[in-house]
């Protein structure tokens, strides 16, 4: 067995995780999102954690359960619309945030995985984004300077992996984790289904084991779902949840 695989999520991040850290972590919405390295976040009770996620999960899950517990000081996110206690804690000036477009987020970690500094972008010019942000004109545009991203710390979550750390998402869940996978100084990985080197096929890895430093198995899993749209029953037909 590889040295990078880990028995459980504890161990995984034990001697890399500290207080007052910048950790990134996948995921969109409860969709691809690191669960249980995150709940070993919340038992080990590391704190003023600075998070670069696309948003905080929801009240109860994902990130939600490490604000819910104080442990985040700051967020960097593009939509929060979700989380009631991300919401308050913003509100009442507990929760420091740092608000991104999303594809600007996206494109600031996959920057900062890249070794980019910076790039400019068209996005939130005439804006609170570009406040306090180099501007410059080009061919009468206005264009913001935006730094890369990076993290001392990436949590992400793939379908399957290998024991040398070589990883496959699957459809939406290949978000986010893809970029900061690149983008962490460490890079743990949670997978749904581990398997031994050589299994996966070559051309179907989305992100290289020279980018993964831990892994592990992290199944079971429950499938929780964001939100329920449900279509009214009609005679002779089923409910479907969409």
């Not at 206690?85 to 608000?99: S, T």
């Not at 299994?199 to 779902?225: C, M, N, W």
Request: some cysteine; charged content about 25%.
């Amino acid at each position: 067995m590889s040295s990078k695989v880990y028995p459980d999520a504890l161990s995984a991040l034990r001697g890399v995780v500290k207080d007052g850290m910048t950790l990134m972590c996948g995921g969109f919405g409860l969709c691809g999102v690191p669960e249980k390295l995150i709940s070993a976040l919340h038992e080990m009770g590391v704190r003023n954690l600075t998070v670069v996620s696309n948003n905080a999960g929801v009240d109860g899950a994902g990130l939600g359960i490490l604000l819910k517990s104080r442990q985040i000081r700051k967020m960097i996110s593009s939509y929060v619309g979700e989380n009631k206690e991300f919401e308050r804690q913003y509100l009442a000036g507990e929760l420091e945030l740092e608000f991104n477009p999303q594809g600007t987020m996206a494109e600031r970690i996959r920057a900062g995985g890249a070794g980019i500094y910076a790039f400019f972008t068209k996005t939130g010019a005439g804006t609170l984004v570009a406040e306090g942000k180099e501007q410059r004109v080009v061919d009468g545009e206005t264009y913001v300077l935006e730094t890369g991203l990076t993290a001392d710390v990436s949590l992400v979550k793939a379908w399957k992996g290998d024991t040398e750390g070589n990883l496959i998402y699957r459809k939406t869940a290949r978000n986010f984790n893809p970029n900061m996978a690149t983008a962490g100084r460490v890079t743990v990985a949670e997978v749904e289904t581990l398997v031994q080197e050589g299994e996966l096929d070559p051309d179907q890895i989305h992100t290289p084991g020279i980018f993964v430093a831990r892994i592990i198995d992290g199944s079971p899993y429950r499938k929780l779902i964001e939100k329920h749209t449900v279509r009214k029953r009609t005679e002779g037909s089923h409910a479907v949840v969409t």
